[in-house]
């Protein structure tokens, strides 16, 4: 084989992606690394506790969205279809931030479905098909559950003076449920279709 050719296979392996790989955990679930934001351990070890059981329960109520977003019927299929997937959508966004801020703080943020699914405290679905009122109802009770953990974080990290977790949880959190449940809680008001 010729240099040239040598060479062209030996700039070829070095750009082969390295396939397979595996190492050991460099940071374990509910552990913390030290970042330098000026907040003592004990109050960001709560916080990520807190956050992340929030997060668990979001990631949860995301997918139930998404379920009863393609699960609908009836004569407001349209409407409730759409404005599902929009919660949906706000929903992601906010597991984004939750998850980030845990990171932030130093801690590692839940994520694997099905460490989430462990420790989630909202209740599971039947697999199939529910009634529009009873799905709704089911988001309604899943946003009730992550009001009040929201509530008891929020009076928690403001006792610890974890001030950006506090803004987080309630300028984020706390409005975008409260929101979401406004307009799910609308839908289910006996009034009449056609005629008062």
């Known amino acids: 084989m010729s240099t040239s050719s040598l060479n062209s296979l030996a700039k ?4 082969q992606p390295l396939l397979h790989q595996h190492g050991h955990e460099i ?5 913390l690394i030290n970042p330098p934001i000026a907040l003592n351990v004990e109050a960001r070890s709560e916080s990520c506790t807190l956050v992340n ?3 668990a ?8 969205y998404k379920k ?3 699960m609908m019927r009836g004569h407001t299929f349209y409407q409730l279809h759409l404005l599902l997937d929009k919660h949906a959508d706000e929903l992601i966004e906010l597991i984004d931030v939750m998850g980030e801020r845990v990171q932030t703080l130093g801690g590692v943020a839940i994520a694997d479905p099905r460490h989430v ?4 405290k909202v209740k599971r679905p039947p697999n199939g098909v529910e009634e529009v009122p009873v ?9 009730e559950l992550i009001i009040q953990e929201l509530r008891e974080a929020i009076d928690k990290t403001a006792a610890n003076q974890d001030s950006g977790t506090n803004d987080m949880l309630v300028s984020q959190a706390l409005r975008t449920h409260e929101l979401q449940v406004w307009f799910l809680s609308e839908h289910l008001v006996d009034t ?5």
Request: aromatic share 8%; hydrophobic share 45%.
């Open 57 to 64: 329960d979001t990631i949860i109520l995301y997918h139930l």
């Open 192 to 196: 009449p279709v056609v005629r008062s």
């Open 27 to 31: 940071q374990p679930y509910g552990s």
């Open 135 to 143: 799905m709704l109802s089911r988001l309604l009770e899943a946003h």
């Open 12 to 15: 070829a392996d070095a750009s």
């Open 117 to 120: 699914a462990e420790v989630t």
């Open 68 to 70: 009863h977003h393609w």
């Open 53 to 55: 059981q929030i997060l």
